[in-house]
């Protein structure tokens, strides 16, 4: 069987949601370029990203489907699952299928794989939009550097864009070398690679001083319980994190 | 004073009141201005005691006429003393909020000078706030007993919630520790925030642009193990404040000791467990239909520490159990121990295209432990040698699978420690081989 491999771009999957589709076709895996391990047994399978057949697919699932449905496989590859995207095809034919009732066959493998996916991308988007930190730098940008999980930068931006309105600010993934930006009109995606260095705002370590004796007076002595604490907050999140420092 | 001996002083002395949710309001940012609420509520941060910080939880002031014996900031107590500027206050919020540190305020403070002028120190602070920065941020607001109809009514256009502790569950337990307070006092305000909730909505349906009232809801606090009045006591007086008052939450805080006064219990421990205890029973009331009198009665006015609220009613209920999952209607499901609401809701919508088998609700992400005892899938009970049918072993089976889970605590069950050898045994045992 073979394997195909796609761009890493969401047009990409769709496009070979589109061509494992029209020709008929059981692919094994559906991966992206980056995380493709060769071995002399797969049949390798590129995909052209096509927008025109990504489209139609997206058009279709609308229609066919739901815009439920259309949203679980948005953030089921916002996972970067490695079977996300042969997860995503199965759901998608299943889905062809039975139609708007598809996301009730809750105990359906098809369903389920993409509903666990979904849940772990909702909970860190929800969790990040708490736990991000933002420095207000010298050039008075503010600045909040983050490494999620899943991609759930990108969904960032609606949140704070509405909430943070009259800020400049910058969401930086650092392990995915892109961020969200906003410049007081409208909030975009871009590529980032800093090269000179970050430079706090005079007041910056001020504040960042009231929030960690803040964070600390606030603790109740008695009530001690840390396994609580890093349940709420996994500590793979601690990293930027101003009051865990 | 500087301002960092001011938040450790001020929010020292805040920190004991719990109510932390930012929930409940969809207030919207306006044009140039900063910050909205998000309905589901967002937290920003845990400290090590595994409580949230949505909001920054802080006091205007600590300085305090009232001498009440269960209060950190009473008169007698020799404790520094300080109060923000109402500048101070506005900067430090917004500063905090434009760096995602916070949710918005939570403001409250102790009775300084007079009821009426605490009252006006903390409108003039949210309306500063709202008006001169444009914060659309959640504020919640503590309502001071005692102050004026005008001022608490005229503060409730600003806010997303407003708050009036409750603290003692009796009238009694008031006049022995705090003595210059009344039930009377209390209750008055909550009663005018309700009647301005109710009329705010009633003026909204009319014009659409009406101003918000408290959109958030009001909440109330009591005290848990500082007097004698028991849980039936204090589930009764949640019920009633949430049907006759329309509360959205009643928050239970065990007492920390704070304070050595003779009237005072002399506990080392917060009675953790006991508050457990008191929250899940106050789930079950708004959530799951329950009432105070089916969990409670005068011959047993306490919850059973080592079980659940849920699981004792089903215990004690045997008759109307094993329900079928396939068939049972939402509320039956919802009164199933280890089945809550998202639970029922998924058993729901899926049995609507097929029947579930106990393998299905697994993938359902239903859990089995508890709600084993009490279901039937297809008039089949859970494929296990001798599911128990009888109280006694049910609940036996119930506290041994709690214990094996924490099986560092196996001293504090009474159960075991009769038969300690017996218990180590087997407890080495599960831990080699992973089963019971």
Same mark, same amino acid.
């Given at each position: 069987m073979p394997c195909y491999i796609y761009d890493g771009s969401f047009d990409g999957l769709l496009t070979a949601i589109y061509d494992a589709y029209y020709n008929k076709d059981f692919p094994e895996q559906i991966v992206s370029r980056d995380n493709f391990i060769d071995n002399f047994l797969i049949t390798k399978v590129y995909i052209q990203t096509d927008e025109e057949k990504s489209k139609k697919v997206h058009d279709a699932i609308l229609q066919k489907i739901s815009r439920h449905a259309m949203s679980g496989i948005m953030y089921a590859y916002l996972? =970067?699952? =490695?079977n996300a995207g042969i997860y995503i095809l199965e759901y998608l034919r299943f889905g062809f299928k039975t139609g708007r009732i598809v996301d009730s066959y809750l105990a359906d493998d098809r369903v389920n794989n993409i509903n666990r996916l979904v849940t772990k991308v909702t909970r860190e988007k929800h969790l990040l939009s708490g736990i991000i930190r933002f420095r207000l730098l010298q050039n008075n940008i503010y600045y909040a550097p983050i490494e999620p999980q899943y991609n759930t930068t990108c969904l960032l931006g609606k949140h704070f864009a509405e909430r943070m309105s009259d800020q400049i600010f910058v969401i930086h993934d650092v392990k995915r070398s892109y961020g969200v930006f906003y410049d007081k009109n409208k909030w975009f995606m871009s590529d980032i690679s800093i090269k000179e260095d970050i430079v706090f705002h005079e007041n910056e370590l001020f504040y960042q001083e009231l929030w960690k004796h803040y964070f600390d007076y606030t603790t109740i002595k008695s009530r001690i319980n840390p396994k609580l604490q890093s349940n709420h907050?996994? &500590?793979? %999140?601690? &990293? %930027?994190?101003i009051e865990m420092k | 004073m500087d301002l960092n001996e001011k938040i450790k002083i001020l929010s020292d002395s805040a920190k004991y009141d719990v109510s932390c949710s930012s929930s409940g309001s969809s207030r919207k940012n306006k044009k140039g201005g900063i910050g909205n609420a998000a309905p589901s509520g967002i937290c920003h941060s845990w400290t090590p005691d595994g409580r949230c910080i949505s909001l920054l939880k802080i006091l205007l002031t600590n300085y305090c006429i009232y001498d009440c014996k269960y209060c950190v900031n009473r008169v007698s107590n020799d404790i520094p003393r300080a109060a923000f500027t109402p500048d101070e206050l506005v900067n430090l919020t917004i500063n905090f909020y434009r760096r995602n540190y916070i949710e918005g305020l939570f403001l409250s403070s102790a009775v300084c000078v007079s009821p009426d002028h605490t009252m006006e120190m903390l409108l003039k602070s949210v309306k500063r706030l709202r008006e001169e920065f444009n914060f659309n941020g959640y504020i919640h607001v503590k309502a001071i007993p005692g102050a004026s109809n005008v001022l608490i009514e005229e503060t409730g256009k600003y806010v997303d919630r407003m708050s009036v502790n409750i603290e003692l569950p009796s009238g009694e337990s008031l006049k022995l520790?705090?003595?210059? &307070?009344?039930k009377e006092s209390i209750i008055k305000p909550m009663g005018l925030i309700k009647s301005g909730i109710i009329q705010n909505r009633e003026e909204k349906l009319k014009f659409k642009s009406a101003p918000q009232f408290v959109p958030g809801g009001q909440s109330t606090q009591l005290i848990v193990g500082a007097t004698k009045d028991d849980d039936l006591k204090i589930l009764k007086l949640s019920e009633s404040l949430y049907n006759s008052y329309k509360l959205k939450r009643v928050y239970y805080s065990a007492y920390v000791p704070v304070s050595n006064h003779p009237n005072l219990p002399a506990i080392i421990k917060p009675p953790l467990l006991r508050e457990h205890r008191l929250y899940q029973a106050d789930w079950l009331l708004r959530f %799951?239909?329950?009432?105070s009198g089916e969990l409670l009665n005068e011959e047993n006015p306490n919850f059973d520490e080592l079980l659940d609220p849920k699981s004792g009613w089903a215990i004690r209920n045997l008759?109307?159990?094993?329900? =079928?999952v396939n068939k049972a209607d939402y509320y039956t499901l919802l009164r199933v121990p280890g089945i809550g609401v998202k639970s029922a809701q998924r058993i729901v919508q899926g049995r609507r295209v097929s029947m579930l088998d106990f393998d299905d609700l697994k993938k359902l992400g239903i859990v089995l432990k508890r709600a084993k005892y009490f279901i039937t899938c297809k008039g089949r %009970?859970?494929?296990?040698k001798s599911i128990p049918t009888n109280p006694v072993s049910i609940k036996n089976r119930l506290l041994l699978e709690d214990n094996i889970r924490d099986h560092e605590n196996v001293e504090q069950l009474s159960l075991f420690s009769l038969f300690p050898d017996i218990m180590a045994a087997e407890l080495h045992m599960s831990r080699i081989t992973g089963v019971l």
């Open positions: 996972s =970067e699952h =490695e907050m996994p &500590k793979r %999140y601690w &990293k %930027y994190l | 520790l705090a003595p210059q &307070k009344t %799951y239909g329950f009432n008759d109307t159990f094993p329900v =079928e %009970y859970f494929p296990q």
